[in-house]
């Protein structure tokens, strides 16, 4: 616990309002999870025993439900990075020097920021020509995809930008790498 108030300590308040940015979207997502499971759990309900009790079932829950995964996993993105719950491969991280381990978290910051920045950039591009071209799906809602893409789009976007603050801050020393990497056991 005192780890984390000197870690807390040692960031400076602008860093700590810019991580509210990564924060939300992550509670959000959580909050998206716990009403995704209500709806399927009613929808399933309703299907079974609907007709003997006249409760009506959506006949939307594959689409909509793939609409709420896709904001909660991409949206939570961001907040796994910044609290450390990204999967993480670090076999000879604790046996590196401490500017190797460092150098190390930066680069792995940096490349996780290219592929988000690269993959939010495709996304954005496809959300500029469902717009212009206005694409709709071919299910119940006609829902337009613009939409849909553009909740992935936003996710990338933030998972980018949440790697270069963690980059930016483990270079400004308002973390350390060991931090970066999750609880440690």
Do not use: C, N
């Not at 300590?9 to 997502?29: E, K, M, N, Q, S």
């Not at 939570?76 to 046996?95: C, E, I, Q």
């Not at 930016?168 to 790498?177: F, K, T």
């Amino acid at each position: 616990m005192s780890d984390a108030r000197s870690a807390l300590t040692r960031t400076p308040a602008l860093a700590r309002a810019v991580d509210l940015v990564f924060i939300w979207p992550g509670y959000l997502a959580g909050i998206v999870y716990l009403l995704l499971s209500f709806f399927v759990t009613y929808d399933v309900l309703a299907r079974k025993w609907g007709g003997y009790v006249g409760l009506p079932t959506t006949r939307v829950t594959d689409e909509v439900s793939g609409y709420m995964l896709a904001v909660a996993a991409t949206w939570g993105f961001s907040f796994a990075l910044r609290t450390g719950a990204h999967v993480r491969v670090d076999v000879m991280f604790p046996y590196m020097a401490r500017r190797v381990k460092t150098a190390v978290d930066v680069l792995a910051q940096l490349l996780m920021a290219a592929f988000a920045a690269i993959v939010a950039w495709k996304i954005w591009s496809l959300v500029a020509d469902s717009l212009q071209s206005d694409m709709r799906s071919s299910t119940y809602l006609l829902t337009p995809l613009y939409i849909p893409q553009g909740i992935l789009g936003v996710g990338f976007s933030l998972l980018a930008l949440a790697a270069v603050f963690t980059a930016v801050a483990i270079l400004a020393g308002w973390e350390s790498s060991e931090e970066s990497a999750g609880p440690q056991a």
